[in-house]
């Protein structure tokens, strides 16, 4: 392989430019076998063959990023976002991520869930909060009155059924005894 010129005033990333002029479907592995007496390394091989068709402008980064979040609405960045909240506007209260979803897949445009619950989130349309007690306090009532033995029956009631099922044989056998003794009266 080629080797690139002298480097005499140059920088390691010129002469991996350099290089790439000449064998521009070189690997990252070949250009750094290549340049190994001008101590390139892989990651500024990787950086030069990979990152070499974008462009730095001038200006720093803090101001490259105000330019393009205020002209976000204007140069098509945020259109997602947009399509999310003119849905949401639309749709019947409590609008649901998933509503809001099928709605946009219908219109050809593919958001995910987070995304639609980010924006939502953003417009101030925030999911109720549960009440404290709510939950716990239903699941103690249900276990309290499945726990309430039936009106009529005691406690003394209840352990000579036990007597009597233990003596028949098992629970089966009592309500066969039961089910003819009613078959009698």
């Known amino acids: 392989m080629a080797r690139a010129a002298s480097t005499e005033g140059k920088t390691k990333s010129d ?21 190994r007496p001008y101590g390139i390394s892989t990651a500024l091989a990787q950086k030069i063959k990979y990152d070499k068709g974008r462009e730095r402008s001038a200006r720093p980064a803090r101001a490259r990023r105000a ?3 205020s002209n976000s609405r204007d140069s098509g960045r945020g259109a997602k976002a947009d399509a999310i909240r003119e849905v949401a506007q639309q749709l019947e209260k409590p609008i649901r991520p998933r509503d809001v979803i099928a709605a946009l897949g219908a219109r050809g ?3 995910s869930y987070a995304q639609v619950g980010q ?6 349309m925030r999911r109720k909060k549960r009440r404290k007690g709510g939950r716990r306090a239903a ?9 309430t033995p039936t009106p009529g029956l005691s406690l ?5 059924a036990k007597k009597l099922a233990d003596q028949l044989g098992g629970v089966q056998a009592a309500k066969q005894a039961m089910d003819a003794i009613a078959k009698l009266s």
Do not use: F, P, W
């Open 15 to 35: 002469t991996v430019r350099d290089y790439l002029k000449i064998n521009s479907s070189a690997s990252v592995a070949q250009i750094v076998d290549d340049l």
């Open 67 to 69: 330019r393009a979040h």
């Open 109 to 111: 445009v593919t958001v």
């Open 119 to 124: 924006v939502l989130k953003g417009m101030g």
């Open 139 to 147: 699941t103690a009532r249900t276990t309290t009155a499945a726990a």
């Open 156 to 160: 003394e009631a209840l352990l000579a």
